[in-house]
T-cell receptor
Framework: GENVEQHPSTLSVQEGDSAVIKCTYS??????FPWYKQELGKRPQLIID?????GEKKDQRIAVTLNKTAKHFSLHITETQPEDSAVYFC????????????FGTGTRLQVFP | NAGVTQTPKFRILKIGQSMTLQCAQD?????MYWYRQDPGMGLKLIYY???????DKGEVPNGYNVSRSTTEDFPLRLELAAPSQTSVYFC?????????????FGNGTRLTVT
């Protein structure tokens, strides 16, 4: 069935360094790829998304890249700050009669001062 | 706008008890979803609805039921609670089809079944 794999499960970086989280998806017809940030005890919130007709999208310190041929997409956070510490989830749309999102298992990012 | 409102925030159930998790949104979104989040895992889709009167199963529907009598409300029913249903439950809504537009999540309901 449809599947989204996310790596790594945990990531520790020094403040100011970059962080990269990678996801692969199984359905080549997927066309929407959002990233959600979930702080401890809070709800997931969208931080950036990309559609299949675009290869890269940036929003200040975060960017997402998409490789449709390889069926993978990545989240890049530059100049990390302690407030970036959270769990990040990738997701991919599963086209069908009603589009649904399939989520990865999450990456716990810790940014040390 | 309050966005997506979930009640209760916390609940402890005994095995075999039943309860309804409430979800309401005031954004006039057609699409609504229920997800569960187990520790260290991602979000699994339980049920979803594309509009009033229409519901469908997600990835993990067993043990749950839903209804959608109005655009605003999408309650999730647990009939015979089991320990495997211990989880955090998130309701979400979206303006377009969920696969192609951002999901707006509620604050979640933390459910423990003992």
């Amino acid at each position: 069935g449809e599947n989204v794999e996310q790596h790594p499960s945990t990531l520790s970086v020094q403040e100011g360094d970059s962080a990269v989280i990678k996801c692969t998806y199984s359905d080549s017809a997927s066309n929407y790829f959002p990233w959600y940030k979930q702080e401890l005890g809070k709800r997931p919130q969208l931080i950036i998304d990309i559609r299949s007709n675009v290869g890269e999208k940036k929003d200040q310190r975060i960017a997402v890249t998409l490789n449709k041929t390889a069926k993978h997409f990545s989240l890049h956070i530059t100049e990390t700050q302690p407030e970036d510490s959270a769990v990040y989830f990738c997701a991919a749309s599963i086209p069908g009669n009603t589009d649904k999102l399939i989520f990865g298992t999450g990456t716990r990012l810790q940014v040390f001062p | 706008n309050a966005g997506v409102t979930q009640t209760p925030k916390f609940r402890i159930l005994k095995i075999g008890q039943s309860m309804t998790l409430q979800c309401a949104q005031d954004m006039n979104h057609n699409y609504m979803y229920w997800y569960r989040q187990d520790p260290g895992m991602g979000l699994k889709l339980i049920y979803y609805s594309v509009g009033a009167g229409i519901t469908d199963k997600g990835e993990v529907p067993n043990g749950y039921n839903v209804s959608r009598s109005t655009t605003e409300d999408f309650p999730l029913r647990l009939e015979l609670a089991a320990p495997s249903q211990t989880s955090v439950y998130f309701c979400a809504s979206s303006n377009l089809q969920g696969g192609n537009s951002p999901l707006h999540f509620g604050n979640g309901t933390r459910l423990t079944v003992t």
